[in-house]
């Protein structure tokens, strides 16, 4: 089926301008949200994959539209996978990244294991409740002091692996072309944009 519309499950705007950036090749009009005064549902699950698909099914229901939304986050390996689904609710209740860094930071003192990964869970949903949902993961270490503004989150703490930029500091075509979120999206492509 043909999507030429989608709503942005979503009220980040630096979610909504990196999805809107990975779509427009495929000529996707996208609405995020805010703009249709849609209210995000409680993220109630356990997972990434069924928060995004929770996420997506209430806002496709209530647009009448295909909807996409995004469920990512940090996962730091010596801090058993956390902040994980509570990336954004380590932020506080400003979205303070600077505050979530810091608190990353200091929950580490004392390891030395700084591994980490982003994780993406992509659900695409139809006003009917059919859902797909996608997954990407990029590997990578946590560096500070934070370096970088491009980006949003926890980007400016986060160097993937073989690399010497954290994605703070990259230029977004470079970050779209390694992250989470590129690896979920290539996965959506290939099976709903591709002819």
Known sequence: MRISKLVIASHNPGKLREIDDL???YGVATVGAAALGLVEPEETCATFAENAALKARAA?????LPALSDDSGLAVAALGGEPGIYSARWAGPKKDFQIAMRKVEDALQGKSDRRAAFVCALALAWP????????GRVEGTLVWPPRGAAGFGYDPMFMPEGGTL??????PAAKHAISHRARAFAKLIAARFKP
């Open 128 to 135: 009917d409740g059919e859902c797909e949902v996608f997954e």
């Open 60 to 64: 496709a229901g209530v647009a009448r």
């Open 23 to 25: 779509l427009r090749p």
């Open 166 to 171: 954290t994605f703070g500091e990259m230029a």
